[in-house]
């Protein structure tokens, strides 16, 4: 919103306020207020969530060193959640469609989550919401994020599939867009909440391909650059920058008090939502496969899961001691930490990876 106001001082006042129509500035500006937000809020946040009792529920079957973090307050995404929307509404462009669908859609999935999270740890019932209507709301609100991108659609790219690595090669998708950018939503969504188990393990990778992402939105985003790199170039995803900026802020944020040993968790408020922004961005970006690879420890994680339940019914044996992954490591003697970093290094070779696709074509 202040895009509006720095325009019109511009226009009235001062030249010097076009400043602010640099994407750049307002991508490190969305950064730091989210941050700041997050530093701020984060200690009143803990405070009354300790106050309430709103703790963590320890699994029986799990890792031991698990049990001494039972009570540490969670829901603590909901601190994410206000950082990215008050950074974003602050500094990107209220007139792109972009921006909007991605916000709206965070923060829907955030408010599923915030219901399961709800009647879980303050109503007590130990299942929160059931499977079944989890799925659903996801699937509603995927499908509509889903046919909001199509139906908003002004080239033949921005319903394309990409395939990264190749300069040309371009799967047009017609409708069969609308179940692709479905499945990368949700799926993405319930990967990032499948992987917050430890303290940082899911909040550091997803600010990492946030940041990798908002490169992607940038450069989409300016014909110039696009045209460069080989990569589409989709008019109007470079505000989208400002969004994810806003991801990294808050997620560094919420990082400086779920570091190990963490002082609170994100809860299904929280992974849910980063999850399906990071979906709804790659596809937005026309960048779904890249996020496939940036995202692989999402990746692995749900896999194990997958393996995990699959092997268990048609045999009666676990490939893993425990899923997800983390937890076999774990339980395999990792101490938390080590798992942790381990991870995190994945995630920084993998986003390296994603991020030379921009260049080797």
């Not at 499977?131 to 699937?139: H, I, M």
């Amino acid at each position: 919103m202040l895009v509006l106001l720095a325009e019109w001082l511009a226009k009235n006042l001062y030249s010097g306020f076009n400043v602010f129509q640099y994407l750049t500035l307002r991508g490190i500006l969305g950064v730091l207020t989210a941050l700041l937000i997050s530093l701020i809020v984060g200690p009143v946040m803990i405070q009354r969530l300790s106050r309430y009792q709103i703790g963590q529920q320890i699994r029986e079957d799990g890792p031991k060193s698990h049990f001494s973090k039972a009570g540490t307050p969670t829901m603590g995404g909901a601190l994410i959640l206000i950082a990215i929307a008050v950074a974003t509404l602050l500094w990107a462009d209220p007139r792109n469609h972009y921006v909007w669908i991605v916000l709206l859609t965070t923060l829907a999935f955030g408010a599923i989550g915030w219901v399961d999270d709800y009647k879980k740890l303050i109503l007590r019932n130990s299942k929160g919401l059931s499977a079944r209507a989890k799925y659903s709301l996801q699937s509603c609100i995927g499908l509509a994020a889903a046919l909001l991108l199509y139906v908003t659609a002004q080239a033949p790219v921005e319903t394309q599939l990409i395939v990264p690595f190749f300069k040309n090669v371009a799967l047009n998708l017609g409708w069969l867009f609308i179940p692709l950018t479905y499945f990368v939503i949700v799926g993405s969504s319930n990967a990032v909440n499948l992987t917050d188990g430890l303290d940082g393990l899911a909040i550091v990778p997803t600010a990492m391909v946030a940041g990798a992402l908002a490169v992607f939105c940038y450069a989409s985003g300016n014909r110039i650059f696009a045209d460069y790199l080989g990569i589409p170039y989709v008019p109007g995803v470079g505000e989208v920058m400002v969004f994810c900026g806003a991801m990294v802020g808050a997620g560094l944020g919420f990082l400086w008090f779920n570091a190990y040993p963490a002082q609170v968790f994100m809860g299904d408020v929280g992974a849910l939502a980063l999850g399906a922004a990071l979906g709804t961005i790659a596809v937005a970006v026309r960048q779904e496969l890249v996020l496939f690879v940036m995202g692989g420890v999402f990746v692995m994680e749900t896999v194990s899961v997958i393996l995990q339940v699959a092997s268990f019914k048609l045999t009666g044996r676990r490939i893993f001691r425990m899923a997800p992954l983390h937890h076999h490591f774990e339980l395999n003697g990792w101490p938390e930490p080590r798992v942790i970093v381990r991870f995190w290094i994945i995630t920084i070779i993998l986003v390296l990876v994603g991020l030379s696709t921009l260049k080797i074509r």
